[in-house]
């Protein structure tokens, strides 16, 4: 099926950006020495994480077990649930492990690490837990210096856990945009991750996996000595997020949503799509960074950006795009004729991805095969 005959809103991956993506990242790494897990949570494809692990992945991070449940019953064995668990989960995690999943969970804190082992002990299961430590501030995890990480690390093994590594995300990376600052904070993040595991090796607790990841972080670590292997999952699609942290360009964006032009309100400026938040979503990522694309960034039907136009607003199945206020006046019914297909570029490809059960991978002639994504938890 081509473009022109697809209904709108949908999602639409540029084939050829996907794969050329895939393998910058990966190049990446093999570059770094250490070994790649793709967070698969972007795509929700097995599709696209078939191309990660062909290209040389090593085994899949998930931010669901919905995710693992599914990738694993497609015969991906080695999982990463990097969520800090619940102690309400631990029965799908046992269901999956008893099956031969390769299930590793993490926590970072005392009490999850009791209930961890205390379920485990109770079914006879030894779990295999990483400790999530924080080397940036950004949201969870354990301080590699303080005692609490020896505390649970301990707790761990006392009730029959194995502590199969430590990992951390610098998450605040999406917030730079300097290579220098970008540098800095991924080297800020592999030092900590690396004293973390080393803390847990002098006090005689074996730590064999040292994981670090954030987009951004991984295409600006300069080494990383000591790390064992690296997350990351926007790059597949990447974003404009990340265009503006420096990582990408706009023609690197592989991910967009098809939209059809639905009327005009002339006196206001304003062009309407068909494309709201329910196909969009809501993510205001840019919203806070050097450039502000609104709800997204409206391209051609070949994918050259519009310049100076925007998405400005987004009801649930109405998109309103206009010109930015540096733009020169434009006769908007002749440059987005009523009918005219437009892609919209996502400021959050994770967040934009979920909205849709189906992406159409899409040739450079326009044709176009549907792929199917899940969503829940």
């Known amino acids: ?75 991906i064995r080695d999982i990463l649930y990097a969520v800090c668990i619940s102690a309400r989960k631990l029965p799908r995690v046992l269901a999956l492990r008893r099956q031969g999943c390769d299930l590793k969970i993490i926590v970072d804190n ?20 990483w400790i999530e430590v924080d080397t940036d501030g950004h949201r969870a995890g354990i301080d590699p210096s303080e005692g609490e ?33 970008l540098a800095a904070l991924a080297e ?20 064999e996996q040292v994981s670090v990841g954030s987009t951004p ?38 991910l967009s949503v098809l939209t059809t032009v639905i009327g005009h309100q002339r006196e206001k400026g304003w062009v309407m799509v068909d494309a709201g938040w329910m196909a969009l979503s809501r993510d205001r990522g840019t919203a ?17 950006p519009f310049d100076g136009f925007i998405v400005i607003g987004a009801n649930q199945e109405h998109g309103i795009i206009a010109a930015q206020p540096s733009q020169p006046a434009a006769d908007i019914t002749t440059l987005f004729p009523l009918g005219a297909q437009l892609r919209i570029l996502p400021n959050h490809a994770c ?12 040739d450079a002639q326009g044709n176009t095969a549907p792929r199917s994504r899940f969503q829940g938890w």
């Open 1 to 75: 099926m081509h473009l022109h005959q697809l209904d709108t809103p949908c999602a639409i991956v540029d084939r050829a950006r996907l794969q050329e993506n895939i393998q910058r990242m990966q190049q990446r790494m093999n570059q770094l020495g250490v070994k790649f897990r793709p967070h698969v949570k972007t795509s929700k494809c097995l599709e696209v994480v078939n191309l990660q692990l062909a290209a040389g992945a090593h085994g899949i991070t998930v931010s669901t077990l919905k995710e693992a449940e599914v990738f694993f019953a497609a015969g």
């Open 110 to 129: 005392a009490e999850s690490a009791r209930q961890v082992g205390e379920f485990g002990r109770a079914h006879d299961e030894h779990f295999e837990v």
């Open 149 to 181: 990480l020896l505390t649970v690390a301990a707790q761990l093994q006392e009730n029959g856990a194995t502590v199969g590594g430590v990992l951390t995300h610098a998450g605040s990376s999406y917030e730079l945009h300097s290579p220098e600052k």
């Open 188 to 207: 800020q993040e592999r030092a900590g991750a690396v004293l973390a595991a080393t803390r847990l090796r002098h006090a005689g607790i074996p730590c």
């Open 217 to 254: 972080t991984a295409f600006a670590a300069q080494q990383l000595a000591g790390v064992t292997e690296v997350r990351a999952g926007v790059y597949a699609f990447f974003d404009l997020v990340m265009h503006n942290v420096g990582v990408c360009q706009l023609d690197d964006i592989a």
């Open 288 to 304: 806070s960074q050097q450039r502000d694309y609104g709800y997204g960034q409206p391209c051609r039907l070949d994918g050259t």
């Open 351 to 362: 967040a934009t991805g979920a909205q849709h059960a189906v992406m159409h991978a899409c």
